[in-house]
Structures are given as C-alpha cells and as structure tokens.
C-alpha cells in the first residue's frame, strides 16, 4: 500500500521585472498560479532572471501550516545595500494603514509628500532642521505631521508628510558645504511622492581670504544620492521595493550615460499600474540615450542600414513620448515638457506633441534642464523668467542625475530682458568666438593666460569654454546648434546668454583695442573689494556671505545706514533703496557689497551732501556690507531683519 503523498505551500513574491519558474528534483517545472504553488513535499529551485542577473535559490517545501517562501524582488534581483534600506523605509510608508486611508480617501485634485532623512553612517545624527518644503515662490514652509509609521524602522524625528495640491514644490535642504540647496518635487494627483535623503558626512575647504581652509567632519544631504518614487494608495510592498530597485537602477543609467532597459523592462514600463515617475525617468533614458547617437535597449542594437535605424529610433522616441504621456499632469511638469522638446527636435517635429511653450520653474533631472536650456536659443520665451529659473540659470550644481541649485542665487534682480532671436544669437555666438580666438592668438603664452586675465571671472569663463574642447554633453547632442552647445554647457537659458554674449563682446574688444595700440592689458582685479576688511574674514553663513563680516553694526563712528523697500509690478520683486548718511566731505566714496547673486557685487557711490545710496532690485533679504575706505569705518545692514522690510525680504 503506497503511503500518502503530502503536500506543502510555495510562495513566490517577485518585482515585475524579475521572471521565475519552480522546478522540482527531477527537472519538472511547476504552473504557477499567481505567485502560489501546491506542492509535494520536497527540495525545489526557483531559478530567477531579472535586469540586473541571474541565478537559483533552493527551498525546501513541507506540510504544515506555514508556506515556505521565496523573495526576489529583493535578494534575487540584487537590490544594493543603500536602495534596501531606502525599499524598507518606503514599504513601511505604503504599509501604513493611516497614509493608505488619506491617499485612497484624497481628491482629484489632492497630493501628498513624505521626505525621508537617513544617516550614511550610523553615529550620524540627522535632523528634520536639515531640510524644509516650500512652495513654489519660496517662502511659504508647508504645514506637516509625522511620516514615520509606528514601529518602522525610520526615526519619527526625521521624516515629515505634507497633505498638498497637486503641482511642483520646492525643497530646500543643506548641503555638506552648508549652503542651502533647491529641488523640484512634484506632487502627483491622488499619489503619494517618497522622497528619500541621505545624510553624509565629509571635510570641506571654505574660502578665507585668499586662501582655502579645511572644515573638517561637517554633515549634509547628499543630493547624488536622493531617490523619489510615487505609489498609490493601496499598492503591494513587494511592488514598492522593486519600484525603489528600478528606479535606483534608471538613475544611475542617467548619471553614467548607460542603459539598463531590456525588453522585458520596457514591457513593465508600458503597464497602465507602474509609477508615473518611473516612466518619466525612464523616456529620459531613452531620449538622452538616442540623443547621443546611441541604443537605448540593451537587447536591440542599432542596425547598420540607416533607414533601419531611422525606424528604432522612432519606434523608442514614440514609446517614449507614451510613458511621458501616462503623467497626470505633463502639461505642467517641466521634466515632461522639456524632455517633449527634445523628443521633438529627435523626431524633426513629427511628434506633434503639442507640448506647452514655457516651463515656469526648473525640472527635476539635470538632463531636462538641458534640453530646456538648448530649446531656449530656438524659442527665448520657453524660460519663464521667475526667481527660481533665474537661480537654476545663475547657480546650478552638477548632482547628476538631479537638478539642483543655491536657492540664494534668486536675490539678485533680474536684468533687464534681452530682444533676439535664434539666428542673431547665433551670429553673436561666432563674433565672440572669433574674438577669444583673435585674443588668445595675440599672447605668447600657453592658451593666452595673460590676455584672458584682462577679463572679468565671469567673462573668462566663457572664453574658455570656448577654446575647450567639446564637453560630455556636446557630444550628447551632437544635433545641437553651436549657441545651443553653449547654452547646455553654461547651463543658462538663451536670452541669459545673450546677455552674457553682450557683455563678453564688449570687454574682450576693449581689451583687443588697447593691445593692438600697445598697451598691456592690465588684469581685472577688484580693488574695491580688496579695500573692505571685512573680505578677508570667513564666511561663516553661505547662503549669505556678508553676515558677520563688516561688524554686525548699521551705526558707526557717527555713520548709520538704512534701507527703505517700494514695490514693483512684479509681486515676486522689490526695489530696495540703501543708503548711508553721515559727515563725510562730498566725493568721498563708499562701496555697497551686496549678495554674491548681483552682478557686479560691489556698487562704488560717491557722498554728496552727506549721504550716499544705491538702489537695487531682490527676491530676497540678505546683508549688506559697507566700507568707507577714507573713513576706514564698516557697517552692516541685514535687511531682513528691518522692522518694515516687506514678508518676501524677511522670509525669502
């Protein structure tokens, strides 16, 4: 009499991209039915295959009440250590019934946020002060409660939900510098946006004087290192954890130009449930892949016909231009709209994409403020001319794959707007490289050092990207138009770089004209700031330079300064009068440092009948440092701290 054959449960969970089968001792392999198996008692191997690899895991299953159980959307798809933690920390969110409820519950019109801080290392202590959320005129902090879940593994003093509506949002945070870095996060309708920090510790060199000084052991978020993803309100934990392990992978995709994309992926990327953010990240992929000439599937190669390969191209672009098209909102996301300009320019404009004309604050990814910048040569209106584009065009960083920049550069008034258009741009673009090549033709020494020092800072550092050789991302665009080239290395919009162009044209010809009537140029040198004291101390608030510097007093030696604030028809602005009286004989002069976002930096005034002043344009509040050099007398005056300075001066 045979004995009875007993059986046992299998369960299987796997992340959409990793494909599976159960195979018995004897080779056998088993149907599943959904990620369960009914099986006889015994050794199985589930042999797995994902993007990242393959392998097999052994699994004994018996009878009895548990189910043995196999995970691949972790351990078989090797997600790296930091993307685990940050896979948890994110289930644990989704898990929580009260989120679940508020997501599932919200409106049309509803969205919700989660920033999430941790530590690199363990005795890194991390702090909710570290970053905060605006909104998008960047100086509303949005109300929040507690995002960690009870009994998860996140620190409740760390993390923070924001109930908002749908949108983009500003996050601010500091850097390991100390300066206070800006990001876009988007708010998705009736989605919940994870946003994942990592705090870091490193040494850093701060300017002092002229020199360099170490500060040793100083903790921020690195932005290199940030992961966002979306979820539902009711999505599974195994979905969340690999939506983390493919997002890591596309970011890394985008930072290291590569492509992790196969045939599979694609197929997940093409279903209607996978994150919205996920797709976008993933055309971007696509776009900057084929952008650089280059495949982006790992399974298909480029044909070698031309025509073949015309058709790939526009099959992916297409596939493309449908995961941008699955976001809820691209017709206000900027990553969406700038990377449709792109997609158009890839497709000659036979997309029809009608994609919108302006973005009204930077994207997300470095890649997309790019291609905005190189559509703003054909299109000068497609930048909207707000604080925060204007501090993305002055002061944005290299944190590939993300976009951020010092939120303080926006202090500064913008200049006034430039009138051109595509070809005039162009034109100037070649006078002034015919001008750098001309003056650095005239010096003896190696890449005309000397001439180019008769330059400002500013205006050298565009002529020498001009005798550069092609940077990485020419070579990405290799379609782009040389002002455009310039436009994504300088990464400043095209009516900025005309005006940049202007001025590059007018001093490198003022410079030509005195050594063609031989005279030595003289190199720029900033005599007035030489002059102040108060440069030579540290900086001891990067965000801004001139705190503590010129003694922290706005009266002085019988000299006081003030400020007075009048609106502009530009809510965002405000022209601020500065101003200092005194007894001073008339000619004396004062020099007027303002923030490190105005060009140029110091104003030179000259007293007359006892009283100078300057006035400028802000977004903001920031401190000005005042130096009489006769007088030998500095003042300080933090204009955000003036009892009538108006709400954006005092908060911004």
Not at 90 to 115: C, E, L
Not at 168 to 191: D, H, M, W
Not at 196 to 215: C, G, H, M, P, Q
Not at 412 to 423: F, I, M, R, V, Y
Request: neutral net charge; proline residues 6%; contains cysteine.
């Amino acid at each position: 009499m045979s004995s009875e054959i007993k059986y046992g449960e299998l369960i299987v969970e796997a992340g959409p991209t990793v494909k599976f089968r159960v195979l018995d001792e004897q080779g056998n392999e088993h149907q599943q039915c959904k990620s369960s198996f009914t099986l006889p008692e015994g050794i199985y191997s589930v042999d797995w295959e994902s993007i990242t690899g393959s392998g097999g895991t052994l699994i004994r299953v018996g009878a009895g009440d548990r189910p043995a159980e196999v995970l691949l959307f972790e351990d078989g798809a090797k997600m790296p250590g930091h993307l685990k933690t940050v896979g948890t920390q994110a289930a644990h969110i989704v898990r929580n019934a009260t989120w679940r409820d508020i997501v599932s519950s919200g409106d049309a019109k509803q969205s919700f946020i989660a920033v999430v801080l941790s530590p690199a290392e363990p005795d890194i202590q991390v702090s909710p002060s570290l970053f905060d959320l605006v909104d998008v005129r960047g100086k509303q902090s949005l109300p929040f409660v507690d995002a960690a879940p009870p009994s998860s593994s996140i620190d409740p003093s760390a993390a923070r939900f924001y109930r908002v509506p749908s949108g983009a949002f500003l996050l601010n945070f500091r850097a390991v510098t100390g300066e206070t870095l800006q990001q876009t996060i988007p708010a998705l309708p009736r989605r919940l946006t994870l946003v994942f920090l990592k705090v870091t510790r490193s040494d850093v060199l701060i300017a002092e004087d002229e020199k360099f000084v170490r500060k040793e052991n100083q903790t921020g978020v690195d932005p290199t290192r940030t992961v966002i993803i979306s979820a539902g309100g009711t999505e599974e934990e195994a979905r969340i954890r690999e939506r983390v392990r493919l997002m890591g992978i596309l970011l890394k995709d985008l930072s290291t130009d590569g492509t992790s994309i196969t045939d599979r992926f694609a197929d997940v990327l093409d279903e209607p449930k996978t994150d919205p953010l996920l797709k976008l990240v993933a055309a971007t992929v696509v776009v900057q892949r084929i952008g650089a000439g280059r495949s982006p599937s790992v399974d298909e190669k480029w044909k070698d016909s031309e025509t073949e390969k015309s058709r790939q191209r526009e099959i992916w672009l297409n596939r493309a231009l449908g995961w941008l098209a699955a976001s809820p909102q691209r017709n206000c996301l900027s990553d969406v709209i700038s990377t449709r300009w792109e997609l158009d320019r890839l497709l000659e404009g036979s997309s029809l994409t009608r994609s919108r004309r302006k973005i009204d604050m930077p994207p997300m990814l470095a890649c997309a403020w790019r291609w905005a910048v190189a559509h703003s040569v054909k299109d000068t209106e497609s930048i909207a001319r707000t604080p925060v584009n204007i501090a993305a065009a002055r002061a944005t960083n290299d944190f590939a794959p993300w976009l951020a920049w010092k939120a303080s550069a926006a202090k500064a008034g913008p200049l006034a707007p430039a009138t051109t258009d595509e070809t005039r741009l162009e034109n100037l673009v070649v006078t002034v490289s015919q001008m750098v090549d001309e003056l650095v033709g005239m010096s003896s020494e190696r890449f005309g050092s000397k001439n180019l020092a008769a330059l400002s800072p500013e205006v050298r550092a565009i002529a020498l990207k001009m005798i550069a050789p092609p940077g990485k991302h020419d070579a990405q665009s290799p379609g782009y138009s040389g002002a455009a080239n310039l436009a994504t290395e300088m990464t400043v919009p095209g009516r900025a770089l005309w005006l940049w162009l202007d001025r590059a044209r007018k001093e490198i010809d003022d410079v030509l004209v005195r050594l063609k009537s031989d005279q030595s140029p003289k190199a720029k040198s900033n005599d007035a700031a030489a002059a102040a004291p108060g440069l030579a101390r540290p900086i001891t608030a990067p965000d801004d330079p001139h705190q503590g510097r010129f003694g922290g007093q706005p009266s002085k030696n019988g000299f006081t300064a003030a400020a007075s604030f009048h609106r502009t028809n530009k809510p965002d602005w405000t022209r601020i009068i500065v101003s200092i009286e005194g007894m001073a004989s008339d000619g004396d002069e004062v020099h007027f440092h303002l923030h490190d976002s105005f060009r140029p930096q110091v104003l030179r005034k000259a007293f007359r009948k006892g009283r100078a002043q300057v006035e400028v344009m802000a977004w903001g509040g920031f401190t000005v440092g005042i130096w009489l050099p006769k007088q030998a007398v500095e003042l300080e005056l933090d204009l955000a701290t003036i009892p009538d300075a108006p709400e954006g001066i005092r908060l911004r």
